[in-house]
């Protein structure tokens, strides 16, 4: 099958071979404003009723195909990682086109979600290996050609999964092509797999000189990439031209929402209206605010036809409530006992199952108690509950890894039965309940802070509410929350943080940034 991607200089239309894309892949080169995303928007909307497509969009562009062309928006801020892997496996079983937009997420984040939603697509089983054309636009993202600000962790899984598109794609049906604003920071690895390239407008001489050598041009014509006009492409290679050809895109049915810099008039106004905009208070009393609902995992999974997910646990009271007194007299309990002769007496098993659960308690809040206990890792910290539990000779069953998971995050986020029992409390917990496992036990400790008017904890004690000794992964899933429309964050003049949790219009006071918790100072 072939697709009219635009007309010729000669005025011929300009044909595109999916079928030999799929087995060649593509390469797309321009600056910032040279159209790359316009190219790949007519590619997509030209193969829409052909081919299964998967469009990895950093920035949201590409959401508005599901206007037209019935492509299933996915706002990965809302998924986990394993949530990603599991939606891609269902897009490629059933055959779904999906848009995967990234807009919300810190670059680090994005490079996650997209590594895991890739290889999503890849390990699959081979009865799935149906054909998929795979657009990621800004690949420069996701395959560096040299590390960045984000972690090397977060660098190697997005570059092996774009390198597993590029290079062993092809035998499981995917077709990747991707988009770049230059070829030198792009991973080597990752563009040399490309057999089709279409070249755009360029000005930097390492990124022309790399744009004709894919070509097979004279690099003394290297120049022209500066004249090419937006929306004009060189392209090559066997889906496209088996010499050089100069293509203008041609019009798409769809529109991206950034419409491009435009002048606008500026408006009018007195120093004094200007003054008293720029110098109020950063926080001021906000309407209350329904955050619009973005659908889950589970939502998207059903929405593929499939059965969704079970729901998390819910959050379990921090308090323990004290089991029913013993009956004050003998003459009391025989009376119970005359009452349900066919039940066994209370009293014979509570004090067991009392000293058991007292023994658990008593275990949980001695391990926590200790210097940097909430900041280790689970597995190692649950290991010692058991062992500590052992040595107690505890009667019964003590907690699962489930159940101690939910004790840590409620000691994480300083959840006291003080705490618990303050007006309010049950509707954090309630919202608490719809969030992802790793962002409750924050949630809970800034409605901790509102309810109780305490200044906005600072960025270790976040990090303790989180779990975690990275300061800067916990103000990640501090902007998660945000980003979700669960909270809002404002920075007053003075450099204090101020938040609010939008759906009960609770505010903590003003807190600085900067002071460190015990747990996180030295001993």
Request: net charge negative; hydrophobic share 45%; aromatic share 4%.
């Amino acid at each position: 099958m072939n697709i009219v991607l635009g007309t010729t200089s000669s005025g011929a239309p300009a044909f595109l071979s999916i079928e030999e894309l799929l087995s060649t892949r593509l390469l797309v080169q321009g600056n910032s404003g040279s159209g790359k995303s316009h190219l790949l928007r007519r590619l997509v909307e030209q193969s829409a009723q052909a081919v299964q497509q998967v469009v990895i969009d950093p920035e949201g562009d590409f959401a508005s195909l599901a206007q037209v062309f019935n492509h299933l928006v996915i706002d990965a801020a809302a998924q986990s990682e394993n949530g990603m892997r599991q939606i891609a496996r269902r897009s490629r079983q059933s055959r779904v086109s999906v848009v995967v937009t990234l807009e919300h997420l810190d670059t680090e984040r994005q490079m996650r979600h997209a590594a895991a939603f890739l290889n999503g697509l890849f390990d699959i089983d081979r009865a799935f290996w149906t054909p998929a054309l795979v657009v990621v636009d800004e690949a420069q993202l996701f395959a560096p050609a040299a590390a960045g600000d984000v972690s090397d962790e977060s660098r190697k899984l997005s570059l092996e999964a774009m390198t597993n598109l590029m290079c062993r794609g092809r035998k499981r049906g995917l077709a990747g092509i991707i988009a770049t604003q230059r070829l030198a920071k792009l991973a080597k690895n990752v563009a040399a797999e490309a057999s089709n390239f279409l070249m755009g407008r360029t000005f930097l001489d390492i990124d022309m000189q790399r744009a004709a050598d894919l070509l097979g041009i004279d690099r003394r014509q290297a120049e022209m990439f500066r004249d090419l006009e937006c929306g004009r492409f060189v392209g090559l290679g066997p889906a496209l031209s088996r010499r050089p050809i100069s293509i203008a895109i041609g019009e798409v049915q769809t529109r991206s929402h950034a419409g491009g810099a435009r002048l606008l008039p500026l408006p009018e106004r007195s120093q004094e209206e200007a003054r008293e905009l720029l110098f109020q208070a950063n926080a001021p009393q906000i309407p209350r605010y329904v955050p619009e609902q973005k659908p889950g995992t589970e939502a998207l999974l059903a929405a593929m036809k499939d059965r969704p997910a079970p729901p998390p646990p819910e959050m379990p009271a921090p308090e323990r409530a004290d089991p029913p007194p013993p009956p004050e007299s003998e003459a009391e309990a025989e009376a119970g006992t005359d009452e349900a002769p066919d039940q066994e007496p209370a009293a014979a098993v509570e004090p067991a199952a009392r000293s058991s659960a007292e023994g658990i308690d008593a275990v949980l809040e001695e391990l926590f108690a200790e210097a940097g206990a909430t900041g280790r890792a689970i597995n190692r910290l649950y290991d010692e509950f058991l062992a500590r539990c052992r040595r107690r000779r505890l009667s019964g069953r003590v907690l699962d890894l489930a159940n101690f998971r939910q004790r840590l995050v409620l000691a994480q986020a300083g959840i006291t039965p003080a705490v618990a029992a303050l007006p309010g409390w049950p509707l954090a917990v309630e919202i608490a309940n719809r969030l992802d496992e790793a962002l409750q036990g924050l949630f809970l400790h800034l409605a901790s802070a509102a309810l109780q008017d305490l200044p906005c904890p600072n960025d270790a004690m976040i990090a303790q509410a989180c779990g975690t000794h990275s300061q800067r992964r916990a103000l990640g899933l501090l902007a998660r929350l945000q980003a979700l429309g669960v909270i809002e964050v404002y920075d007053e003049l003075n450099g204090q943080r101020v938040v609010v949790l939008t759906e009960p219009q609770w505010r903590t006071a003003p807190g600085d940034t900067g002071t460190e918790p015990p747990w996180l100072s030295p001993a």
